[in-house]
């Protein structure tokens, strides 16, 4: 597997995701930012956690797409409409799922989760963008 996760000695003992990723593929995949979304460009759900589901979901779909698969997935970034701390156990529920059903890497790669505004429709609360790394 060319990802491999870690956490080194002194940084914060995470158990949701890993805060470091060591990559030595050869090849990158960069997806641009997923939202919840049908591919009628329709909200997949109402509420975050589903939203993160199906988000994730596509993330999976394009991964693949590109001839790797989500366990190569190097690292997520989150953008989410008016974040609070509360919302992070919709965002684990969310990539529970994804874990549980799309072959995510347990634990979840290394995530950063920063608080927007809006994103391109009031209907969007979540859109992610990812890296995997592949041989």
């Known amino acids: ?16 995701y890993s805060p470091v990723a060591v990559a030595t593929g050869s090849r990158l995949i960069v997806l641009a ?30 991964v693949r797409g ?14 989410i409409v008016d974040w609070q701390p509360s919302m992070w156990e919709d965002v684990l529920a969310g990539i529970a799922h994804a874990q549980e059903v799309d072959g995510f890497p347990t634990p979840a790669p290394p995530v950063t989760i920063i608080g927007v ?3 391109f429709t009031p ?3 979540v859109e992610i963008e990812a890296i995997a790394v592949t041989d």
């Open 123 to 125: 209907d969007f609360v």
């Open 66 to 79: 590109a001839g790797g698969a989500p366990a190569d997935i190097a690292r997520l970034t989150f953008y």
């Open 33 to 62: 930012g997923q939202a919840g979304v049908t591919a009628d460009f329709e909200p997949a759900a109402p509420d975050l956690a589903g939203q993160v589901r199906a988000a994730l979901h596509n993330i999976a779909v394009g």
């Open 1 to 16: 597997m060319p990802v491999n996760f870690s956490h080194p000695e002194g940084l914060l003992k995470q158990t949701d």
């Open 117 to 119: 505004q809006a994103l």
